[in-house]
């Protein structure tokens, strides 16, 4: 009786939607434009089943955005600004203005969410238009008012292939044009661009996930509250404040403003994390108007260290939505912690007479805006956690780093010069002396005189090196294996010691070890090359500014990497250094930077020692050797093949390893037909959470890295010949641009395809058997699990992948 009962329900409630349906059909097809059934604004079928309790945001709704919707709207460089990490990022909504613009002029007003304006009201006043219905609220008013929703719809209406490549219709390219429509310009957008709805140019959702937005959608979007601290945070950081507000207090403290002025310009960026909390927990350091104790107020300013205008309390603040891995720096927060930075800072005795300007020449140039704290103590802070700050300027404020990356190699290795050595450019004292020397470009903020910047700080520059030159004490060279003392080696057990980092065109990511074969190109850093970095390309850089702010930093970069590698280049015998740097500097880039002071420099001999005709190679062994296990297992995959470099892992496992080596033979012209970042996944036979996860990496050589504008042709500027493939065993990069699926009893067969590819038409073939394009319906099934596997992977330093750059093979 009760299924008969329940029939009867279910028919009538069918019935009723029907006639619904039928009504508003009807009302349409008397207006100018009839619509079909197929073509309905509302999809009334789906408001029939609306279900009368909330649906769950966190539990329900989230999941689809994040795997769905955040793969592309995560950063800055979201298309129309539309940002949906969070609540604040949808009721935001979007704006057709774009944060990435290579021509601009004048400065853009910044649009940082949770910093520019705190308020739906004030986000409308910058120019944002809502994407979810704020007019009359019932169900179908909140899916027609709806943006969000009518671009859900249209990609229903409008189903892409389902097989082989996209057609011409799809433009995925970074700079594609942008159309941004309100709800009241939707119907003009759906007629001139019918294949535009939402996931663009990616596969449908699944009737499942497009029925939840919906629902959402029509129950009016609810979103809970902001997550606040969690209970062991909330002790974690009464403590932290008071430690970075103690100066604040009725009587002043130089000292301690000036060490908290310091951290928070260095930190304002990262992902905090407390001990003891949740691994996917973060929280931020802000500049407040308030005292601890009252709700924070944000201080919005372009840059951290421009003027506040008013008395700053450092407060910290629980981070609010999802998190992307393009944007995702974590620096960890424990009493540990706690110590080490009273070590270095509160504890060192020094004395501050008085505090620095905020005016740009002096806030921008960290070696004089901080000279009162000694330069071991900055020095050890950066080096501590050298990873997060060599991240700095690849995630960092930029979601696009074309600008900030165009001046470096597309793989090469990182030391450190070791802080308690007995070096010049360690010293407080030259350091204090040559302060002015060491300004950037960040002082100019927005400003065209490109070409007069770029010979006023190659000046300044030539007068930093002739002073080293001067003032060096060069007692003759030392064997190399004594001068490996020089090298930081992290106290045996600190893992910043030894980075690789990977360009990919236009974005980057850096990790622990020495990674793929030994490179052209490697750095060794020292403090001020560092520090200047930092101030130059993340403290300093605004994404919002000018195209003269944005290439005066790249050409000031062009000087720190050759600061960099002239360092590494000191310790390889005279008689080969030039040669080497020759070598490294050819095309349109050579003589690109040639600063006077370093052929003096160059010429000085100060390491012996060395037994092969192959120094390069010879020290980047010395250097394994100095560095140990930091220096990474010798890299089986790309470069050592001895037994004693094999990992210990499953048999299974090391198949696949000794397959993907043979992948890495793939070098020259092919190369430049291949993603530079792609993901592979070797399914092993079992559950999913048991396949094994590779990144294929090309590194693209180059004539010159030294190139500005984008219209330059690339074909001056790459060296073909010498490509090369890294292979590593986990997910490395943010931006995949292409994904391959393999069973492990074929990964023979995978590789033996791969390395037989010598064109186009041979790699299109590949991918057919192989990859996973942008039609594949089971595209997103493989999306989620490289996402689950990236969390497997890293727990806490993970985020979500962003899809902009996946190409369309």
Known sequence: MKIFVASIIKQTRLLTGLILLSFFLS??????????????????????????????????????????????????????QLKLTSAEGIHRGSNKEKVYDAARLTAAE??????????????????FEPVLNEGEANKVRNLEDSVLYRMLRQKQLYPQARTGMLSDDFDVTLDRAQTCPTVD????????????????????????EHTTLVHWLAQGAPM???????????????????????????TSDNKAR?????????????????????DREFYRLVRSSTASGKPVEVIATRRPYNDPAKKVYYRIIRHQGSIVAKTHMVYDLSDKRMQRLKELFYDAEYEVTSLPSYKPDVASNPIKAFAAIPVSSRYKFLLDEARFFIEGFIKGPVCRGQTALSVIEDQFWVVFFDPDADIMMLKDEFLNKTADYLASPAELEDNFKLLASKTHYKTLIEEYFQSKVATVKNNGPVDIR???????????????????????????????????????????????????????????????????????????????????????????????????????????????????????????????????????????????RHLGPLAGDGDFINRCRQDECQPEASKEVLRADKAMQRATEMEGLVVKILPDVAFVRVKMGGKPKDDIAYTMISNKAYHSVTSMFQHESLHDRRDYRNDTQTVVRWLEGSYPDFFYVVEIDDIENFVDSYNAIENRKDYEQFVARYGQRRTSEDFWQHADWFNRQYSREQPRLSGIFDLNRYQNR
């Open 482 to 624: 004594d001068a490996m003392d020089y090298i930081w080696k992290g106290g045996g057990k600190n893992p910043n010691a030894a980075l690789t980092i990977f360009r990919h065109l236009d974005s980057a990511s850096v990790n622990f070890g020495f990674i793929g074969d030994y490179p052209e190109t490697a750095w060794v850093i020292d403090y001020s090359v560092l520090e200047r970095i930092h101030y130059l390309l993340v403290a300093g850089y605004d994404v919002y500014g000018n195209l003269g702010h944005q290439l005066n930093a790249r050409l000031y970069m062009d000087f720190l990497r050759t600061e960099g590698e002239d360092y590494f280049l000191t310790f390889l015998p005279v008689e080969k250094r030039q040669l080497i740097r020759d070598g490294w500097n050819q095309g349109i880039r050579q003589g690109d930077g040639d600063i006077a002071g370093v052929d003096r420099w160059m010429n000085m001999d100060f390491v012996s020692g060395y037994r092969t005709d192959n120094p390069q190679r010879e020290l980047y062994q010395h250097l394994e």
């Open 27 to 80: 009302a349409c097809s008397s207006s100018e434009k009839s619509i079909t059934a197929e073509q309905a604004t509302v999809e009334y079928d789906l408001l029939y089943t609306l279900p009368e309790e909330k649906i769950s945001f966190k539990e329900e709704v989230q999941p689809v955005l994040e795997n769905r919707c955040v793969v592309c709207h995560g950063c800055y460089d979201a298309p129309c």
């Open 185 to 208: 310009e939707f119907d003009d957008y759906a007629a001139k661009h019918p294949k535009g709805g939402m996931p663009y140019a990616l596969p449908n959702l699944s009737r499942e």
């Open 224 to 250: 809970p509250d902001d997550d606040v601290p969690s209970k062991i945070a909330e002790k974690q950081i009464e403590q932290w404040e008071a430690l970075l507000n103690q100066g604040t207090s009725g």
């Open 258 to 278: 000036l060490v908290a002025r310091y951290l928070y310009e260095h930190l304002f960026q990262a992902h905090l994390h407390f001990e003891g909390t949740d």
């Open 110 to 127: 910044p649009t940082r969410l949770f910093i520019d304006a705190m308020t739906t009201e004030e986000w409308r006043q910058k120019g």
